[in-house]
């Protein structure tokens, strides 16, 4: 019996679930950890100084700089090639197809955005509207795997649109209003190299370890620039070539060539170590599985289980340590996080929704009807990792970092129990 293998799409809802998972066991245990005797080494831990280089040309970062900065920018390159995929052949690579999740995806950032803004006018809380406009897909999805198992595809699908559309509206506002002041000769060395990569991009250039050795440079100038590391990522991300060596024709006339002769080089034994004629064959076939593969799908594919299982884990162990417990400071923080997330985000996402399919825009996917949306537009609500990302950017202080915190939390967990109760409920037959 032939084993059936899982979709691209399948494989990385597999990988977001369970990354949601331990996403959410590395959080527990900051939390654990910020409210316990040990909170004093948890906090110091994060402190150690770490230094790169040679003497005269190193970088110099905490430990928890090097995890929001350094390795959260794979992250970001990581949404990048999503991002690019969704706009060149996925659910965002026709106007039919986009219109729904990203109209959803607008109204679930405005709507967040201005419910914050309401608790939060002005003083120093002002510049935390961004904290509750994204949705945490790893946990997103790996609650709907959870509270709803036999979802239809096209929820699945929808929400992870959702998300990814979400996503780039976040890296497009930290690009925008959470960046430092200008280094201009670090940003023209960065406008320098990304041109150079786009260079290499046009001229059919394949080799990834190419575009990363440039990549890691870039990323050191953007740093200095003063515009967050996190956005090299996306950029360089747009950058890797789609275009592969052969087409598919090519590629499946060459490998039914080369299994005919894997089957003629077969010795009786079964066993390819025994088979010259066996191994060569696999290397060309290898060899010829790479020549049909875009880059962009090789480094997509490498760097998703890395993504999920250790830089977000390794930033959710980082940051979402707050003390739980006394008097809240900055309540206006709090509150309008909690609000944005809780309210805001399916308040957008369903009056977005009910827009854009009115109109004529856009349609509901199969298997979705209105009341599901509505579970599915909750569930959005859950906004981890970008939040937190957010937050460390907007606030240069703790104490506002740690208000907004007990809001990211506060929100993503309530709005995940709400969606929980509207999708079972459904899935029952009782609405």
């Not at 709907?144 to 649109?161: D, E, Q, S």
């Not at 509206?169 to 280094?183: D, E, K, T």
């Not at 696999?282 to 289980?305: D, I, K």
């Given at each position: 019996?032939?084993?059936?293998?899982?979709?691209?799409?399948?494989?990385?809802?597999?990988?977001?679930?369970?990354?949601?998972?331990?996403?959410?066991?590395?959080?527990?245990?900051?939390?654990?950890?910020?409210?316990?005797?040990?909170?004093?080494?948890?906090?110091?831990?994060?402190?150690?100084?770490?230094?790169?280089?040679?003497?005269?040309?190193?970088?110099?970062?905490?430990?928890?700089?090097?995890?929001?900065?350094?390795?959260?920018?794979?992250?970001?390159?990581?949404?990048?090639?999503?991002?690019?995929?969704?706009?060149?052949?996925?659910?965002?690579?026709?106007?039919?197809?986009?219109?729904?999740?990203?109209?959803?995806?607008?109204?679930?950032?405005?709507?967040?955005?201005?419910?914050?803004?309401?608790?939060?006018?002005?003083?120093?809380?002002?510049?935390?509207?961004?904290?509750?406009?994204?949705?945490?897909?790893?946990?997103?999805?790996?609650?709907?795997?959870?509270?709803?198992?036999?979802?239809?595809?096209?929820?699945?699908?929808?929400?992870?649109?959702?998300?990814?559309?979400?996503?780039?509206?976040?890296?497009?506002?930290?690009?925008?209003?959470?960046?430092?002041?200008?280094?201009?000769?670090?940003?023209?060395?960065?406008?320098?190299?990304?041109v150079m990569v786009i260079g290499f991009n046009a001229i059919g250039v394949r080799h990834l370890w190419l575009y990363l050795l440039v990549g890691v440079v870039f990323w050191y100038f953007v740093h200095e620039s003063g515009i967050h590391a996190a956005v090299a990522g996306v950029m360089l991300a747009f950058t890797i070539p789609t275009h592969t060596r052969i087409n598919a024709t090519q590629f499946s006339r060459r490998a039914r060539a080369l299994l005919d002769q894997?089957?003629?080089?077969?010795?009786?034994?079964?066993?390819?170590?025994?088979?010259?004629?066996?191994?060569?064959?696999?290397?060309?076939?290898?060899?010829?599985?790479?020549?049909?593969?875009?880059?962009?799908?090789?480094?997509?594919?490498?760097?998703?289980?890395?993504?999920?299982?250790?830089?977000?884990?390794?930033?959710?162990?980082?940051?979402?340590?707050?003390?739980?417990?006394?008097?809240?400071?900055?309540?206006?923080?709090?509150?309008?996080?909690?609000?944005?997330?809780?309210?805001?985000?399916?308040?957008?996402?369903?009056?977005?929704?009910?827009?854009?399919?009115?109109?004529?825009?856009?349609?509901?996917?199969?298997?979705?009807?209105?009341?599901?949306?509505?579970?599915?537009?909750?569930?959005?609500?859950?906004?981890?990792?970008?939040?937190?990302?957010?937050?460390?950017?907007?606030?240069?202080?703790?104490?506002?970092?740690?208000?907004?915190?007990?809001?990211?939390?506060?929100?993503?967990?309530?709005?995940?129990?709400?969606?929980?109760?509207?999708?079972?409920?459904?899935?029952?037959?009782?609405?």
């Amino acid at each position: 019996m032939v084993r059936i293998q899982p979709t691209t799409f399948q494989r990385f809802f597999r990988t977001e679930t369970v990354g949601g998972w331990i996403l959410l066991l590395f959080a527990i245990a900051a939390l654990v950890l910020a409210n316990s005797p040990l909170a004093k080494a948890y906090e110091q831990l994060w402190e150690i100084p770490l230094t790169i280089g040679i003497v005269d040309h190193s970088l110099s970062l905490t430990l928890h700089q090097w995890i929001n900065d350094a390795l959260m920018a794979v992250f970001f390159l990581l949404v990048g090639l999503e991002i690019k995929r969704e706009l060149l052949v996925g659910e965002l690579a026709s106007a039919k197809k986009a219109a729904l999740p990203i109209a959803c995806a607008i109204g679930g950032m405005i709507v967040p955005a201005a419910i914050y803004w309401m608790f939060n006018r002005t003083g120093s809380g002002a510049r935390g509207w961004g904290i509750p406009m994204a949705t945490d897909i790893a946990f997103a999805l790996g609650a709907l795997a959870l509270i709803a198992p036999r979802a239809p595809t096209g929820a699945k699908v929808f929400l992870t649109a959702l998300a990814i559309v979400d996503d780039m509206g976040a890296v497009i506002v930290i690009a925008l209003f959470y960046s430092s002041a200008i280094a201009w000769g670090a940003l023209g060395a960065a406008a320098v190299l990304l041109v150079m990569v786009i260079g290499f991009n046009a001229i059919g250039v394949r080799h990834l370890w190419l575009y990363l050795l440039v990549g890691v440079v870039f990323w050191y100038f953007v740093h200095e620039s003063g515009i967050h590391a996190a956005v090299a990522g996306v950029m360089l991300a747009f950058t890797i070539p789609t275009h592969t060596r052969i087409n598919a024709t090519q590629f499946s006339r060459r490998a039914r060539a080369l299994l005919d002769q894997f089957d003629r080089t077969e010795t009786g034994d079964f066993l390819v170590l025994t088979s010259k004629g066996q191994q060569e064959t696999l290397f060309a076939l290898e060899h010829t599985s790479e020549g049909v593969t875009a880059p962009t799908l090789r480094l997509e594919h490498a760097l998703h289980n890395f993504s999920a299982f250790v830089v977000m884990p390794l930033f959710a162990f980082a940051n979402a340590g707050v003390r739980i417990g006394g008097p809240i400071e900055h309540a206006g923080i709090v509150f309008g996080v909690l609000a944005g997330l809780l309210i805001g985000k399916p308040l957008g996402i369903t009056a977005a929704a009910w827009a854009a399919v009115k109109s004529g825009i856009a349609k509901l996917p199969d298997g979705i009807g209105w009341r599901s949306l509505l579970g599915y537009a909750w569930l959005a609500g859950i906004g981890f990792t970008m939040s937190l990302f957010i937050a460390m950017l907007a606030f240069d202080e703790a104490a506002p970092v740690d208000a907004a915190k007990l809001g990211i939390l506060a929100g993503s967990l309530l709005a995940g129990v709400i969606a929980t109760i509207i999708l079972r409920t459904i899935e029952r037959g009782k609405i």
